[in-house]
């Protein structure tokens, strides 16, 4: 697969009521390449005026798409998936090059992502409401589900085929219609992705897609919009508080996926190989930048040597490069700035005492590296501790009992996810009802599955995606209150 060959998959203009489109004042934004921190193409960069036409164009293909019967909504999601599968390989290249991850990792991330549309198309004939009778016996209550309306969906860069497919397919399948608004960073896999929903048989203007470096005033625009009734939001705590605000001015209906700080606890009962082997996935999935991403790991001082340098040992094996490389294990950062926070945040940690027993460097190599890193020696206080890394770092944690280490886990304002490493079911079941996350690892380092309710606590976020519960955020319930 060359670059040529996942670059023809992807628009590079606006997709607007089913047309293409350049942006309305022409401005054009360049996209980089992490792993030559050079521009390799441009994109269409939105401005309002194109965010407003794409609204419109939604909430004229809305009522349209919402009358269409599920059935043949969910053949549309269904068509999506097969061909996301069948071009497998270009999207993965494609989000290789503007994201800079490993090869393998974009490729279980294109499975990932083609998931929601199977998922959901299966969802699509299950929008079943509810009948009831009063319990005065006076009337029958009648619940029916209706589609909430134009959906503004608004995604990062870290996962950028999956956490759109997240959105696009629950919406769909609900019978909205939807503008996303993809990562600036990574606008080509989502235009990619609007291009095959039009090819399954998306009506014109059910999806539009509008790239943009404007993010703040076109979204905005969108938001009071009176015809947007609905925004899902995945992306940082700080825009997603700043949204929420924008949001109440017409209490749009959100949906918030926001930042992540996962503790991983290592009981001393664990299968420390186990531990380790969940440890390198939690942590050095997608190079440590996910939202999922374990951030913390705290280890019981009677394993945490043993952990520490296997931990050590397994990251300093990974193979660090382009992620076009197959042989890579760990591509580049998204962009300068990533890397800069990284550098940072392991300089801030070593000032406060940590010590690094692997990496704590950057590769001498153009592209925007950083090399696996294992600290120790971390004090419950370290900053680094208190911030989402959203790189290749672990930070090592030692605690002596149990209530310790769920309240250090504890403490924080996020509350995604909590791994849990022990060799005692019932033990960890009781410690995983004490963590403050909305998912739990236990005794497994992966917990992303379009069929599981995905979403946080906290200062993580507001609803959930996939499963069941994601199509509900996208339905509203009407009651009648009925006599026969
Ligand atoms: P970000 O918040 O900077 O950007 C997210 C999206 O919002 C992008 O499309 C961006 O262009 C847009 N945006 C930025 N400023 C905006 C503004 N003022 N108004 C409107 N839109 C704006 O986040 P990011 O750096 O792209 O992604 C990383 C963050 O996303 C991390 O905090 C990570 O934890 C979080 N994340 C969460 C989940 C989850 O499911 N909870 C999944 C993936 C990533």
Redesign the pocket.
């Given at each position: 697969m060359t670059s040529d060959g996942a670059l023809k998959l992807a628009p590079t203009q606006l997709l607007i009521g089913g047309e293409r489109r350049d942006s309305s004042d022409g401005a054009l934004m360049d996209v980089y390449d992490p792993a030559t921190a050079s521009v390799f193409t441009q994109v269409a960069d939105g401005s309002v005026e194109d965010g407003l036409s794409a609204v419109e164009a939604a909430a004229a293909a809305g009522p349209g798409w919402a009358a269409t019967p599920p059935r043949q909504r969910g053949e549309v999601l269904r068509r999506t998936f097969e061909l996301m599968t069948e071009h497998a390989e270009e999207l993965a290249h494609l989000m290789v090059l503007e994201n800079g991850k490993a090869l393998r990792d974009a490729r279980s991330e294109v499975a990932y992502a083609a998931e929601f549309f199977r998922w959901y198309a299966e969802e699509a004939v299950r929008g079943f409401g509810e009948l009831g009778t009063a319990p005065s016996g006076a009337n029958r209550i009648l619940v029916m589900r209706q589609p909430v309306g134009v959906c503004v969906l608004?995604?990062?860069?870290?996962?950028p085929a999956a956490?759109a497919t997240r959105k696009i397919g629950p919406a769909l399948a609900a019978g909205c219609s939807v503008v996303l608004?993809?990562?600036?960073?990574t606008p080509l896999t989502a235009l990619a992705i609007g291009a095959l929903l039009e090819e399954a048989g998306a009506p014109a203007g059910v999806v539009n897609v509008v790239p943009s470096r404007k993010?703040?005033p076109v979204?905005?625009a969108m938001l009071h919009d009176p015809r947007v009734r609905k925004l899902s939001?995945?992306?940082?705590?700080?825009?997603?508080r700043?949204?929420l605000h924008e949001a109440a001015d017409t209490i749009v209906n959100t949906s918030m996926?926001?930042?992540?700080n996962a503790p991983f606890l290592v009981l001393d009962d664990a299968d420390v190989s186990a531990a380790v082997e969940g440890a390198m996935l939690a942590k050095m999935r997608n190079g440590g930048e996910?939202?999922?991403a374990a951030n913390r790991f705290y280890v019981h001082r009677s394993v945490a040597d043993e952990f520490s340098r296997g931990l050590a040992d397994a990251m300093g094996h990974l193979v660090v490069g382009p992620g076009s490389d197959p042989a890579t294990e760990l591509g580049p950062l998204v962009n300068p700035a990533a890397v800069e926070k990284v550098e940072e945040l392991v300089a801030g940690a070593l000032d406060e005492g940590a010590r690094a027993l692997l990496g704590a460097t950057r590769p001498d190599r153009t592209g925007w590296y950083y090399d696996p890193t294992v600290l120790t020696n971390v004090g419950s206080t370290n900053p680094i501790l208190g911030e989402?890394v959203?790189g290749p770092v672990a930070p090592i944690v030692v605690f002596d009992d149990d209530e310790e280490a769920i309240a250090a886990a504890n403490d924080t304002e996020f509350g995604?996810v909590s791994y849990l490493y022990t060799g005692d079911l019932a033990r960890g079941l009781r410690v995983a009802e004490a963590l403050e996350a909305g998912m739990i690892g236990l005794n497994r380092g992966l917990v992303s599955d379009p069929a599981a309710p995905?979403?946080?606590v906290k200062q993580?976020?507001i609803g959930r995606?996939g499963g069941h519960e994601g199509m509900l955020e996208y339905l509203e319930s009407k009651y009648i209150a009925v006599q026969w």
């Open positions: 608004v995604t990062p860069w870290n996962f956490m608004k993809p990562a600036s960073d993010s703040g979204v905005s939001f995945t992306g940082s705590t700080e825009v997603g700043a949204l996926e926001l930042g992540g996910a939202c999922t989402e959203f995604l995905f979403g946080g993580s976020g995606e």
